[in-house]
């Protein structure tokens, strides 16, 4: 009965290579995140996704591609990974997730990547 | 600039009481969070405060001064469970979440 599910929960990887992380929440939210946290504990949003729309891109590589099959999923793919990518990725859902709307965000157990 | 600051790390001891501050910069606010988040694991959440006052759930509390641009996690009766990065959060006024590096807080026997 997890709500906020993501898998892998660890991905060790050659720089250069291409790998996806899947995340799925079971809540009936509308609106899901990635965020990114690196060695100095920074959470920094990198989309935003509410009903499969993208809502929030913020400035990210291009390398880094989610796609957003139904509202339940969100899956991060990233292209030709760079030393630099390594840190715990978050996958992240709250109900609704617009504007005009402060609702709680539910994170999943993280994906840590570790480029070498 | 947006901005949230937090110490970086904080010492108490078991069964004692210990306030974590939180001072924010954003534009526009439309509330603030406190999350937990252990070591390796997700962040989550711990209280919402929106308007001043305090907030108290168990043994933690939280306070919110907008007019200060503060707040503070109070946690009581400390347990060594309670050891953990504790991240403040202010939504802004594009109700996007603006987060703080996080307070580590050891707790000793």
């Known amino acids: 009965d997890t709500a906020v599910s993501q898998t892998p929960k660890y991905l060790v990887t050659q720089m250069g290579n291409d790998k996806s992380i899947k995340c799925e929440q079971n809540?009936?939210?509308?609106?899901m995140y990635w965020y990114k946290q690196d060695s100095k504990k920074f959470l920094k949003i990198m989309f935003s996704?509410?009903?499969?729309?993208?809502?929030i891109n913020e400035t990210v590589p291009n390398r880094f591609s989610p796609k957003s099959p139904d509202k339940a999923h969100l899956n991060l793919h990233i292209n030709s990974l760079e030393l630099g990518d390594s840190a715990v990725y978050f996958c992240?859902?709250?109900?609704?997730?617009?504007?005009?709307?402060?609702?709680?965000?539910?994170f999943g157990p993280g994906t840590r990547l570790t480029v070498l | 600039g947006q901005n949230i600051d937090q110490p970086t790390e904080m010492t108490a001891t078991e069964g004692a009481i210990v306030q974590i501050n939180c001072t924010y910069q954003t534009s526009g606010f439309n509330g603030l969070f406190w999350y937990q988040q252990h070591a390796g694991e997700a962040p989550t959440f711990l209280s919402y405060?929106?308007l001043d006052g305090l907030e108290e759930k168990g043994r933690f509390s939280s306070f919110l001064s907008r007019s200060k641009g503060y707040s503070y996690l109070l946690l009581k009766e400390l347990q060594m469970k309670d050891s953990a990065s504790y991240l403040c959060a202010v939504m802004d006024s594009n109700y996007q979440l603006i987060w703080g590096a996080g307070t580590k807080l050891i707790i000793k026997p």
């Open positions: 996704y509410n009903n499969k729309e993208l809502i």
């Open positions: 809540l009936g939210h509308d609106t």
């Open positions: 992240a859902s709250s109900q609704e997730g617009t504007s005009r709307v402060t609702d709680t965000q539910y």
């Open positions: 405060n929106v």
